[in-house]
C-alpha cells in the first residue's frame, strides 16, 4: 500500500466523513488515459478491486452512475434492459464533470453535484474491501462495499464484460 501522506478534502472525503464513515486514503502518480490498470499496479491491488465510477445516460439523456469492477466493462445493451430503458451510453467528459462536479478520471459516487441513481454490479458488493476515486485523479478511498448501500441509493445490476 501507498505510505501515508496527507491528501487535501474532497466532496467526496467531506461526505464520507460527515457520514462517519471510516477509509484509507490511496495517493498515486496519475496518469493520463491510465485508468484502473495503473492505479491498482501503483497501490498493489487486484484491479478487480479497483471500482470504475462512471457517468452515463439514457436515451431519455438523463444521468446515472455505474460502479464497475476495473477489469472489466459495461455492457450498455444488459444495463438499459435492467433498468428498463431503451439505450444507456457514457456522457461526453464535459456532460459528466457538470453532472457529478467531478472531473473524469477523478469522479467518486460520494457528494457528487447532481443527485443521479447509482446502479452497482452485484458482485462488487461481495468484495471485502473496494478501492474507489476520492474525488480527485490519482486518489483512491479504500472502504467496505457495504457503505455503498448505506450512503448511496444504489440498485443492484449485472451487466459486467470481461475486458
Known sequence: MSKKEHVAETQATQFLRKHGISFSEHPYPYEEHGG????????GVDEHAVIKTLVMQDDATKPLIVLMHGDC?????????????KSVEPCKPDVANRHSGYLVG???PFGTKKVMPVYVERSILSLSRIYINGGRRGYLVGLSPDVLGRLLAIKEVDCALDD
Open 36 to 43: 484502473t490498470a495503473v492505479s491498482a499496479r501503483e497501490l
Open 73 to 85: 466493462k459495461v455492457s450498455t445493451k444488459n444495463l438499459a434492459r435492467q433498468i428498463g430503458c
Open 106 to 108: 477523478g469522479t467518486s
